[in-house]
């Protein structure tokens, strides 16, 4: 190797901190007894033959979470968030994640090995139960993958005297594995939580520890398997040795604490090169939700960047091997005792301080430095120093009970969102959440706009807002987004629409009026969506309120259509594919009086329901007193301030829509299914695959066809909302995103 001073040499403008990252996390299903569960795999998360997020581990109740491959740690660890969302809400309720890397009290037939389809998987791990023991396979940890970006690479190469990449990309990841494994003494020491194996679990008592995972102990190899680091040639030899020998089943058997990845073979490192690092030493930690910190993330980042910064290591395996037995050392010491005298901290601390000082970062890496510091002088504030205080009568089971079942509830929070992804549209979440749990692959292409990406082998999909398709003609989103072509299609296919007019500026509106003045009418923008700018008038208006109402309509399009007003209740039919998923009733935004409340201090207590917020994350939506609203209210001689009386209604819309605060009631059972087809028929006839069709309906008793409908079609919506299906505030909801998925990825 050449590469001692290589970071010094580089200038202070290097993409340093470009890099890919990826998490696995092992973590055992408990029931409700608080043992290991006994049910297999959960059903509705797909097939584990093929899944790429969620695994089955050793045994039948041990998860793997896989995070796809991630620009930032940030990234990484919020998608871990949500695969640890989608597993917990996917298993059995009563069931939950196991916080620690030991298992609480657990005999060795509670554990079931994994029952996989691939028979070679199946038998490796009978023949690990064998070799190891099937106990020592339920200890759980994660596992923190990293890929030192191709630009990074691409400009360090430029700098230095190797020739080929190839070459200098196999000895950069050697030379970090090297020091990972001479130095990771300290992440053992900073992050170790495998510190109590209960009672039985080994044939020694060990006491309180910090770490049982990364010593002697823990899962690792005979102490025969001794694996040169020294050459890359020589890594590859001597694990085939050991697979031709027996001494180990697969390459894969080989345990150490950083693994060279990109390649299944070891041996094709040396022609294909190593793409990654895998570093395996982590613990859970139990006091995150998802089993590590974002301080953790970032400060295990900054510390494998300083192991480029040290010199060239001399003497590489006798040096492992003494860095191996300090670990150890350091393992199985007390989690508040002082780091041994031998443990040279400094080094790679002034490593770490002089990397962040030449490339200029920013403070927070200072600060992560810093808190290593106190760590390294008060051992109480290392992982193991904080679960020490929380051994109850030699034992972690009551603190293990208590956050499993803590960070259950919190995955039960909210059920509608995706945790960690919750700024973006709601149905969009929950589209992703199904994607997730069926075992799509993912890719959020731009967040802010929605969209989304979806493979499956070599079949991609592209999604926007949840449900617009390649399914979808380019054109029709763009007819339904206009009101007055949508009538025009609809009416000319024979279906009833309200009559009315369009108009492109007030004055000529105004003049209209002596026309609808003795009429009930809708005034509504010609292509806003989510009822915005709509005023609806049961009983003719006045001059004053129409004019209002105009300017509202005006204040979102610059084309407005006055309607005649339909008479009767309206609904929301979900159409996909031709055929009606679901239907709602929208009951206009409203408050029932008491007697004592104002209807201010009513809207405000409404708004309290946990199913209420703002811009379609919640499945219902904040109620406003805003201009329609205060509009709405004089019309029914009220004011803001007017107290109801016990059981009276007031509404604050006339018109429905859930995005104006309205109420979701699920009809999809008792709507007569005449009524369901006709509104299949109308999103057929307009070329809509997704489609929400909106029928004002006078009398539900009348069956209805497309020659005597009995209703009126008063909108068709070309992105609808699908959470107000699902979360309703009465009935039981119909699911619809995974219907999206069906039909986009029948295969599966």
Known sequence: MKLTNLLQKAPHHLPILQANFGLERESLRINENDRIAQTPHPTSLGSRSFHPYIQTDYSEPQLELITPVAGSTKEARRML?????????????????????????????????????????????????????????????????????????????????????????????????????????????????????????????????????????????????????????????DLEGYVASGQLSAEKEFYSAVRLRG????????????TYLEFRCFDLNPFEPVAISQETLDTVHLFVLSLLWLDDMEQVDQTLSQASELNNRIALSHPLSALPAEADSQTILTAMKELVAHFQLDDSYKQLIHTIEQQIANPSLTLGGRLAEQVLDQSLETFGRKQGRSYREYAWTAPYALKGYENMELSTQM???????????????????????????????????????????????LAMANKVVTKKILGQAGFPVPAGAEFSNKPDALRYYQLIRSSAIVIKPKS??????ISIFQEPASLSDYEKALDLAFAEDSHVLVEEYIAGTEYRFFVLDGHCEAVLLRVAANVTGDGQSTIRELVEKKNQDPLRGRDHRSPLEIIDLGAIELLMLEQQGYTPDTILPQGVQAFLRRNSNISTGGDSIDMTDQMDKSYKQLAAQMATAMGAWACGVDLIIPDLTQPASKDQPNCTCIELNFNPAMYLHTYTYAGPGQRITPKILDKLFPEL
């Open 431 to 477: 589209l992703l959440f199904d994607a997730i749990q069926k075992g799509l692959h993912i890719q959020i292409l731009d967040e802010e706009d929605q969209f989304l990406k979806f493979w499956h082998g070599e079949h991609i999909e592209y999604v926007k807002n949840a449900n617009m398709t390649s399914k979808d003609n380019y054109v029709i989103p």
């Open 81 to 237: 968030g949500a695969i640890t969302d989608v597993a917990t809400r996917s298993m059995n309720k009563s069931e939950y994640l196991w916080p620690l890397s030991m298992p609480p009290q657990i005999e060795e037939e509670e554990i079931q090995i994994a029952q996989l389809d691939d028979d070679y998987e199946y038998q490796y791990r009978v023949g690990l139960g064998q070799r190891y023991g099937k106990l020592l396979q339920s200890m759980s940890g994660i596992h923190y993958n990293m890929e030192l970006g191709k630009d990074l690479v691409q400009a360090l190469f430029a700098q230095s005297d190797y020739e080929e990449l190839l070459t200098f990309k196999n000895d950069l990841y050697l030379k970090l594995a090297q020091n990972f494994l001479r130095y990771r003494w300290l992440l053992t020491y900073l992050y170790g939580t495998s510190s109590l194996a209960e009672k039985g679990f080994l044939k020694e008592e060990l006491g309180l520890v910090r770490s049982i995972r990364n010593s002697r102990y823990g899962y690792v190899n005979a102490s025969d398997i001794q694996v040169s680091f020294d050459s890359l040639d020589q890594y590859v030899a």
């Open 263 to 274: 390649s299944k073979r070891n041996r094709d490192y040396l022609t294909q090169g190593i």
């Open 528 to 533: 806003t969506n989510f009822g915005l700018g």
